[in-house]
């Protein structure tokens, strides 16, 4: 299995939801990552898990929060978003420093 | 930041055509990875090449082929006989300087006209 799956594909959320996006690979990998990527723009580093644990995070607001259940899955918990958080989330992992990414979820928050 | 700069934003071609994606990155550091990515209209990246720092030989898969300058901090990408299929956005990428951190390009966006 080498690919890396997101779900859902897309997201439609008010400000006072909360929901989850979910991540998961069965390559092996130990680091997975959160990006957020808006249109028209490169993808932008959230947070690094490595060997579960978070590694990094790019001062993402604390309406994110990312959790590692386990080596095979990431999940990015989302609540009390702004409208300019509509974005497309990509996850990736790796295994060294070639990193795979999932194809998406599409979040528009109205 | 150690950036990477991808100076056309936009690039449209009639297929059949060659064509070059140009690619300059910043680094201070003597190990580095370089890499290229692909993004269909579906979103998703895939992956289409990584070149370390110490290897500077080109590199061709199919239509596609890899020109590694380390002297002008150049890593272009050029697909010969361009196919519409080919039309997406590409990035150029590096290591960041705390390994696993990607530092993305802005984007190439590639239009191939039947």
């Known amino acids: 299995d080498t690919e890396v799956t997101q779900t859902p594909k897309h997201l439609v959320m008010g400000m006072t939801n909360k929901k989850s996006l979910k991540c998961e690979q069965h390559?092996?990998?130990?680091?997975m990552y959160w990006y957020k990527q808006k249109a028209k723009k490169p993808p932008e580093l959230m947070f690094v898990?490595?060997?579960?644990?978070?590694?990094i995070n790019e001062s993402v607001p604390s309406r994110f929060s990312p959790e590692c259940p386990n080596s095979s899955l990431l999940n990015l918990h989302l609540h009390a978003l702004q409208p300019e958080d509509s974005a497309l989330y990509l996850c990736a992992s790796s295994q060294g420093n070639e990193q795979f990414f999932g194809p998406g979820t599409r979040l528009t928050v109205l | 930041a150690q950036k990477v700069t991808q100076a056309q934003t936009e690039i449209s071609v009639v297929e059949k055509e060659d064509v070059t994606l140009d690619c300059v990155y910043e680094t201070r550091d003597t190990t580095y990875y370089l890499f290229w990515y692909k993004q269909p209209p579906s979103g998703e990246l895939v992956f289409l090449i990584r070149?370390?720092?110490?290897?500077?030989q080109n590199e061709i898969s199919g239509r596609y082929s890899w020109n590694f300058q380390k002297s002008t901090s150049s890593f272009n990408f050029t697909i010969t006989a361009s196919q519409v299929v080919d039309s997406a956005v590409y990035f150029c990428?590096?290591?960041?300087?705390?390994?696993?951190?990607?530092?993305f390009g802005a984007g190439t966006i590639l239009r191939v006209k039947s």
């Open positions: 390559m092996g990998h130990r680091a």
């Open positions: 898990y490595s060997y579960e644990k978070l590694s």
């Open positions: 990428a590096r290591e960041g300087e705390y390994g696993n951190k990607l530092v």
């Open positions: 070149r370390n720092s110490f290897d500077e």
